[in-house]
């Protein structure tokens, strides 16, 4: 392959020069501004759903990290079974759960450059437990999911969203993360966003080992259509945009 001009900018973002090249001395914390909420406001008119907290959990088998590292593979075939209000606060807390609240910051299930965490979490469900089918949030501060809204063909969205990856669409939930970047950018400015895309690993890589502790897969996704998935959960595109998805379901 030849490396032209636009492949040596695009390899720069792997890259950490950038480190060298900011001026951290302007970076809005130190400017002395507010940093951002660690969780996106929602009003209180919405419906919220109680989640099963950790030590209320009673099917949730800790079948071991060697047996979850060996076993994990990515589960693109779902059984029409449904997934329990229990597991999908296990695989929440696993994935952005919160340990610890330190006011301005909150110490997660999973790592973060700068404990930034500038994600949030939307799950497409159509299959767990008594919920309605539709669009929600995790609200890892509450432990708790907020019903955003009902969405009609909501599979067929998701199919065109993920450029015809149909098999996303068949999953009981589908957890959908954006980033916030700013939350990240407050500390590291414009050097914010090789460090989110890192988050982002991780957090969906937990998704993969805690679905081996209740017979579940997910399948990481990249490949989706930036604006459809973002219509679909309904976020600005600007200030908050999908970055990374996984379907989950019973294998
Ligand atoms: C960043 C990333 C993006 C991925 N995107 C997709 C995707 O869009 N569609 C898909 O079917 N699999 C996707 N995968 C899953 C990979 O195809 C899978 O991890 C790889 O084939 C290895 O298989 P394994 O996970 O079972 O070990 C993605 C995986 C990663 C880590």
Not at 102 to 116: E, F, H, K, M
């Amino acid at each position: 392959m030849k490396i032209n001009e636009d492949i040596e900018k695009a390899r720069g973002f792997l890259k950490d020069y950038i480190r060298l090249e900011t001026d951290f001395s302007q970076t809005d914390q130190n400017l002395g501004i507010e940093p951002p909420p660690v969780q996106k406001p929602y009003t209180v008119e919405k419906q919220r759903v109680m989640l099963p907290k950790p030590q209320e959990w009673k099917n949730i088998n800790d079948k071991g990290i060697v047996s979850a590292i060996k076993n994990r593979r990515s589960q693109r075939k779902y059984s029409n079974e449904s997934l329990s209000l229990e597991e999908l606060s296990f695989l929440l807390w696993a994935t952005q759960g919160v340990k610890k609240n330190l006011g301005s910051t909150v110490l997660r299930n999973v790592p973060s450059a700068g404990n930034r965490h500038p994600f949030e979490t939307y799950i497409c469900i159509s299959n767990v437990g008594v919920l309605a089918q539709g669009i929600y949030r995790y609200l890892p501060l509450e432990h708790e999911l907020l019903f955003e809204f009902a969405v009609a063909d909501m599979e067929g969205k998701i199919t065109d969203a993920t450029m015809g990856q149909f098999f996303v669409s068949t999953a009981p939930a589908v957890f959908v993360w954006t980033a916030i970047p700013y939350r990240t950018e407050w500390r590291y400015s414009v050097a914010s966003y090789k460090v989110i895309a890192i988050d982002a690993g991780h957090v969906c890589q937990n998704l993969y080992l805690a679905c081996e502790a209740i017979g579940a897969g997910a399948c990481a996704i990249a490949a989706y259509n930036q604006k459809l998935m973002d219509e679909l959960i309904k976020v600005d595109g600007t200030e908050e945009f999908t970055v990374y998805l996984s379907p989950v379901g019973k294998v």
